[in-house]
């Protein structure tokens, strides 16, 4: 849904130079690797609230589909990594057609899931938990890295 | 009392880097092909995927 509403708004933005819009999405990228190894500080925009556990014990059905919206939207929850703010810039600054923007939010949400779904299959969740912990920082970093240079790859070499 | 993690394949499969490795590896290998629709798809997986801290 998200990636909807930056298709429609990054014809704003269509005006400026595409070397001048490829330039500021690897400049954020940077950034925002930077951001995440704790080398820059600057606060991103959320609504750092925890969705209530009240949410899924009212009724388990309705409240698990307002758990996933709510956490996977962003509406209560505490992002603790800067990729998914690049890629919103990214998306928003490179015009990408209609086709592409559904992908990359579908994508988005899928990649979102990946992470209870690997708990869910480890069969050894709380060991599970302790390992994703400790491989967060890795998780952010490298996540971010791998996005610049895909970023980079992809508003220079494809256009 | 807490199950230990199973060393086995299953550890290595769902080990919380897997999905790192392979949505990283593939957003460039598909831009670097110049499949670019692709890369955009993987990289939103990778972006959402780097939100595992979030709850």
Redesign the interface.
Known sequence: MS?VVLYAASGLVAPAPEAVRSGVVVALAAVGVARDAGLVRFPLPQNAR?VPREVLTANVARGSLQFGFE?GTGVR?????T??Y??AAALLLST?DF??AV?????????????PL??F????G???DT???R??R???I??????A???A??VF??G | M?????ASA??G????????LV???G??A???A?W????????????????????
């Open positions: 990636a925890q956490l929850t505490y992002v603790s990594s990729v998914p690049v890629l990408p086709l592409t992908l990359t939010g579908t994508g988005f949400g899928l990649g979102r899931a990946l992470t690997a708990r299959a480890s069969r050894a709380e060991a599970w390992t994703l912990r491989s967060l890795t998780v952010t490298g996540g971010g890295l791998a996005a240079a895909a970023l790859l992809l070499m494809t | 807490t199950r230990p993690y199973p299953r550890r499969l769902t080990h919380p880097l897997a999905p790192l949505l990283a590896a957003a460039v598909l831009a670097l110049g670019a629709v692709a890369a955009w798809a993987v990289l939103g997986g990778l972006a959402g995927f780097t939100l595992s801290g979030s709850v």
